[in-house]
């Protein structure tokens, strides 16, 4: 049973470039959300993507945004890409309110 | 005022011993109540869910739960030199948004 998959693993990018991470849910689970988590810091909580709509948004400009697939596979895009936005991406993946449950996450690094 | 806070450690306890690992939350209407163990590069890994008052067991980790005085709360019993991470409390409202600490790191000590 495949859990939560991401990709790419690391990425480099530099200022003012665009991103485009990618997000395969476990199995059976129809809900995907995603979140930055900075070095030494808790994982913040970007979105959510249920039924292929957004359902939820944390504190993140308009740069971050989404997408989710009928498939329940999900992206996440990142515009006009700043310093700080290096960080880990983490996917978690969850169904009926359940527990999430994390990818590995994508290493994102700003040049 | 942070919505979830939790010390950030270094906790260190000696092998065997048990761990003592704290949360307070914010935001009294939230539902769930999680445990995320994570170490150094990874991501986090789910150890322990906790929905009403009270305590649950799993194995050797304990959460316990107070919502009136919005607490939360990790044992870990026998700590072994594998248990050191970090590890992030995390709260959960409506549709599953989850808001973590900062987490703690502990340092079991052979």
């Known amino acids: 049973d495949a859990g939560v998959t991401q990709s790419p693993t690391h990425l480099i990018k530099t200022r003012g470039q665009q991103v485009t991470l990618r997000c395969s849910p476990k199995s059976g689970h129809d809900t995907v959300s995603w979140y930055q988590q900075a070095l030494g810091q808790g994982p913040q909580f970007i979105f959510q993507y249920y039924e292929e709509e957004e359902r939820q948004r944390g504190n993140f400009p308009d740069r971050f945004s989404g997408h989710q697939f009928p498939n329940y596979s999900s992206e996440l895009n990142v515009n006009a890409l700043l310093l700080g936005d290096s960080a880990l991406y983490l996917c978690a993946s969850s169904f009926d309110n359940q527990p999430q449950h994390f990818g590995d996450g994508t290493r994102l690094s700003i040049l | 005022q942070k919505e979830v806070e939790q010390n950030s450690g270094p906790l260190s306890v000696p092998e065997g011993a048990i761990a003592s690992l704290n949360c307070t939350y914010s935001?009294?209407?939230?539902?769930?109540f999680f445990w995320y163990r994570q170490y150094s590069g990874k991501s986090p890994e789910l150890i322990m869910s906790?929905?009403?008052?009270g305590d649950k067991e799993d194995g050797r980790f304990t959460a316990q739960l107070n919502k009136a005085s919005q607490y939360v709360s990790l044992l870990i019993r026998d700590s072994q030199p594998s248990d050191s991470a970090t590890y992030l409390c995390a709260v959960a409202g409506g549709y599953q948004k989850v808001t973590f600490g900062t987490g703690t790191k502990l340092q079991v000590i052979p």
């Open positions: 906790i929905y009403s008052n």
């Open positions: 935001d009294r209407v939230s539902q769930s």
